[in-house]
Every structure is written in C-alpha cells, then in structure tokens.
C-alpha cells in the first residue's frame, strides 16, 4: 500500500476518476464510535463521592495529580464482560466537574454506561464518530479523499504540530466545540482501512440534541458527517479557457500536499485565488459526494448499537 498524492494535473485528473471504478472497488464499510465524553457536574459528584465512584464501578490502573493540584487522572479498566476497556476520568475541581472517557465503543459498553450514570444528572460532551473504508487499494484511496474532501463552513485555521503522510486534517479535531473532521490510513487496525472521522464538541452536541448516551450513539450520520464535502477543480475546463501557467500548477499542488493550515483542497482554491482564478468557474462535486450523501442517511449507528439503549 502506498500513498501517491498528486504533484500534475496529469495524476490529479487520474485519481480523482478512480476511486469507485471496478479495480477501486469498495469492499466494505465498518463504522464505529471511538471515544465518548461523559461529563458530571461538581455539584452532583465532588471529590470524594467520584472517589467512591470510581471504586464502585472501575479498576484503578494508575492515578496522578498535575503538578498546580487542580486536576486529577486516573486510568482505569471498565469490568464488562470480562473486557478491560481503558477509560480515563479527569477531576477538575469545583468548575467543570468530571470527565468519564469511554474508548472502543461497543452495546456491552453503552449498557454499563447508562448502568452506572443512571440516577444523577450526566451529559455527552464529545464523541469521536468514524467509517472505515476497505478498497481494494487504501493507499490510491486515501490519496483520492486527501485531495478532495473539504468541510462546509469551516472557521479559522489549524497546522497539526506534525506531518503524516498519511493523515489530512479538515479541521482543527483537537480542541473544537462545534466539529472537526480528519481523514486517515488507520494503520494500527487490521486491514489498513481508510478511516473518515468526525469529532463533535459540546456546542454541536448541545444543538442536535445529544445530551444522552442514547441519543449520542444512535444518531443518524449525517449528523456528525454533514459537514463533509468531496470537490474537484475542473482541469480541462480550465485549460480551454487559459494559457498553460506551470507556476500555478506547482503553487496549486505544493498547497494541497502540505499540511499548512490543513492543507488539501481548501488550501489550493485559496492558491488558486491569489492566481486570479474564478474558483466557482471550475470546482464541481466530486461524484463521491453523491455515494456518501447516501451512505450517511442509513441508520448505521441506531443498527450497530440500537440494541444497547
């Protein structure tokens, strides 16, 4: 598997017609929820009744203190069914609470969740929510999305303090409230697929109504995937209309492989601009856009987890 981003028009134009022609066939889909935010004010659960929380319904694996005290960590096993689930809950003292955070979601998860949290007030405050695609080339793949997909209304920039080849962020993922986006070779799971992902915030969170763990992990996908668009600048369109300028091409594609300011397509229709080109004459919907509009209309999440709430 290798990562082939474009550097000419001549590649560009290649790879964005491939990516759902037969040999780019799609094997499957997995989606999944990676990480889910419980949060508990400090006035329902102070220091030591989440002391006795934690006792009551975890393993302890480790527990520190920051060095200015306002913060405590523990990592920890979830005992469901034998599994052990690393979580981690942050103690921060008489403003925001505590934070619970459940990795590798799965219905024996959830059902301990909505267990454990029953009876005092709780609230989802971030999910990490993903499809992983398996083709029959990953790397010609996410070559393909790297250089297409775009979010709507996206605010401010973000630089990710390193540089994978393997990774474009859409959005700054980290710290957003609203919602971020980052697409990536998942190579740490078997098969290398290709994962889309979409962090939400407690902003987003609170305005599509996903407060609870039900609503949270049975939402229709076009929630936390709406956002996400698959471009294309139009490169014939644009030679019939233009002299051939080799500075533009060059300018064009060093943007988009960078990963300055996200990189990627929204970074070379800004290069484009600055070369005095009608970006709305030439940019059409990748025909991707079409398939994954539809993909995320399925109920995959209620499907794979309706079963736990």
Known sequence: MHVHLPHSFEYYDYLLGEPLQK????YRIE?????????????????????????????????????????????TNVPVLGMSDKMVAVQHHGRYGTTFQFKDINQEVISYMIKIFNGFYHCVSKVEYSLDFYTADNGEFFSFLASSATLKHRK?????QADFETTRYLSNV????????????????????????????DKKISANGLRT????????????????????????????????????E?????????????????????????????????????????????????PIYETIYGAAV
């Open 23 to 26: 040999d780019q066939e799609l």
């Open 31 to 75: 989606p999944s929820i990676d990480f889910i935010n419980i949060t508990v004010p400090f006035e329902v659960m102070n220091s030591n009744r989440m002391d006795l929380f934690i006792k009551d319904n975890f393993e302890v694996l480790s527990k520190r203190f920051y060095a200015n005290s306002v913060e405590e960590v523990y990592e």
């Open 156 to 160: 401010g920039e973000f630089t990710p």
């Open 174 to 201: 980290r710290n957003t409230r609203t919602m971020g986006g980052r697409i990536y070779i998942k190579e740490d799971k078997e098969g290398s697929p290709v994962r889309i992902e979409a962090k939400l915030g």
């Open 213 to 248: 763990i039900e609503k949270a992990v049975t939402v229709p996908p076009s929630v936390p995937f709406e956002r996400y668009m698959f471009k294309k600048f139009n490169h014939e369109h644009y030679l019939r209309n233009t002299n051939v300028d080799n500075s533009f």
């Open 250 to 298: 060059d300018d064009f594609f060093q943007a988009m492989n960078s990963s300055a300011k996200c990189g990627g397509f929204t970074q070379a229709m800004k290069i484009a601009r600055e070369h005095k080109i009608s970006v709305g004459y030439y940019v059409e919907d990748h025909y991707f856009s079409g398939f994954f509009t539809a993909l995320i209309n399925e």
